[in-house]
């Protein structure tokens, strides 16, 4: 007979006594006054009970499956699992299933009779009150706590030190300057990737990767304040960043989710988009003896190579194309004058605009019904997939098109940044040629919003104000 003898525990309970050692001894004893002397242990060391995915579990499931065992032993229910569906479905789809006995070492039932498979459902119930009533008492304490001001407990965040005596987070002045630089690159342009190799060869104390550098961008703890339940509240911790920054890279992470690019290797890498369709535009460099490079919209050059072209957008070159746009600037830098006449032509007045809205809604309602038609003359079998399938992609780019074009035209109207913009600008001047392809993009990000590309390389700049 070979029973695995299983042991869980977590980090917290380790600390509170509840080793493994402990289980494997009991455990072992067990089996032994029992007369099953073929025993083996599936250890989870450091694994929550609320969640399946323990690789010892696997491997003893797999086992279960494979009838390399016919009995599992724990010191206590909980052990196996903390949620009554987890514990419920091991019992019953994978050692019923599999003619498997479950047994507890300090609890009075087994699942080889009617009244200790009753008797461990009930067991199962209390289990998970347990944990369902230890998660609100945190829960409750954390809030709490937050609503004091005070830090929550958990992992320290990366800038800061915890006082367990004076019960207050106090700034790390070295790893300070290294978070408000992280947003600043951000700001820049730069990659979440390229922030996380730059502060993982500055600092030794933390480890870093893209997705933790993301969450570091987001927390409000850094403003000098908490999110308790989705509501902001002042700390009693000294601030690092200021609010408006990080409320602009807030936006910038929008705006990248939606499809602007970090800094790439070209000067208007992220900024550009299609005057056609809407899309993101990319930049081509064919195969050939020409190495001509190009800037395309992504809708018509991916989908022409599908055969499925969607935009008439066309190829614009990079080079003529990233010189228009600078004599544009370097023209506008002189003649301060002409930079609130060009900010002045993006806004419209409220009846050209609820007239284009009115326009774009029965543009959309006008798409919709297309799609409809298009679906029943699909289900009526009446057309082939194929076609379906590619006049449903066109419609489609046109209605996102329609909505970014909505989008931009019923934002609410922003903090006037006229000024910042004429400054930014301002430093530009006759230096322009003089600046490296990195200056030249930080102030290309930090004055435009966005380029629209038009067919036979026409441009339209929409200013960051």
Not at 222 to 247: F, P, S, W
């Amino acid at each position: 007979m070979t029973v695995a003898l299983y042991c869980r525990v977590s980090t917290d309970e380790q600390v509170h006594g509840f080793s493994i050692d402990n289980q494997k001894e009991r455990l072992e004893a067990y089996a032994i006054s029992q007369g099953w002397n073929d025993f083996r242990f599936y250890i989870d060391d450091g694994y929550s009970g609320t969640s399946m995915d323990r690789p010892a579990l696997k491997r003893m499931i797999h086992h279960a499956e494979s009838g390399r065992i016919n009995t599992v032993i724990v010191y206590k229910l909980d052990r196996l699992g903390r949620k009554q569906k987890d514990v419920l479905f091991l019992l019953e789809d994978v050692f019923e299933k599999n003619k498997v006995t479950f047994k507890s070492a300090t609890e009075p039932f087994d699942t080889a009779t009617p009244l200790g498979k009753a008797m461990l459902g009930i067991l199962a119930v209390f289990a998970q009150l347990e944990r369902d009533t230890i998660v609100e008492r945190v829960t409750a304490g954390r809030r709490q706590r937050i609503r004091r001001g005070l830090w929550h407990g958990g992992p320290v965040p990366f800038g800061y030190r915890w006082d367990s005596e004076k019960q207050r987070l106090y700034v790390v002045p070295e790893e300070a300057v290294l978070i408000k630089e992280a947003f600043s690159m951000y700001l820049k342009g730069q990659s979440l990737l390229y922030i996380a190799e730059w502060l993982s060869s500055r600092t030794k104390t933390r480890t870093f990767d893209h997705s933790i550098v993301r969450a570091m961008l987001q927390r409000p703890i850094y403003t000098g304040r908490m999110n308790n339940a989705g509501l902001l509240v002042e700390g009693k911790h000294e601030a690092i960043i200021d609010i408006e920054t990080y409320e602009r890279v807030q936006k910038e992470m929008q705006k990248r989710k939606e499809g602007r690019s970090p800094v790439g290797d070209y000067l208007l890498s992220g900024l550009l988009r299609c005057g056609i369709c809407g899309g993101s535009v990319i930049h081509v460099a064919p195969s050939g003896r020409r190495k001509q490079s190009y800037y395309a919209c992504k809708n018509q050059h991916v989908r022409k190579r599908e055969r499925s072209n969607n935009c008439s957008l066309g190829y614009t070159q990079v080079k003529k194309l990233d010189a228009a746009v600078s004599d544009r600037l370097k023209q506008l830098s002189l003649h301060p004058k002409q930079v609130e006449k060009e900010i002045k032509r993006r806004t419209v007045s409220e009846k050209e605009d609820n007239q284009l809205i009115e326009q774009l809604h029965d543009e959309l309602k006008n798409i919709d019904l297309k799609l409809e038609r298009w679906y029943d003359a699909f289900e009526q079998g009446i057309l082939d997939p194929r076609k379906l399938k590619e006049r449903i992609e066109g419609l489609e780019a046109e209605k996102k098109a329609i909505l970014t074009r909505l989008d931009e035209v019923e934002l609410p109207p922003e903090e006037d940044r006229t000024e910042d913009l004429k400054e930014v600008l301002g430093t530009i001047g006759e230096a322009w040629d003089k600046l490296t392809l990195d200056e030249k993009k930080i102030i290309l990000r930090a004055a435009l919003d966005h380029i629209i590309l038009y067919p036979k390389g026409e441009f339209k700049l929409v200013w960051n104000v």
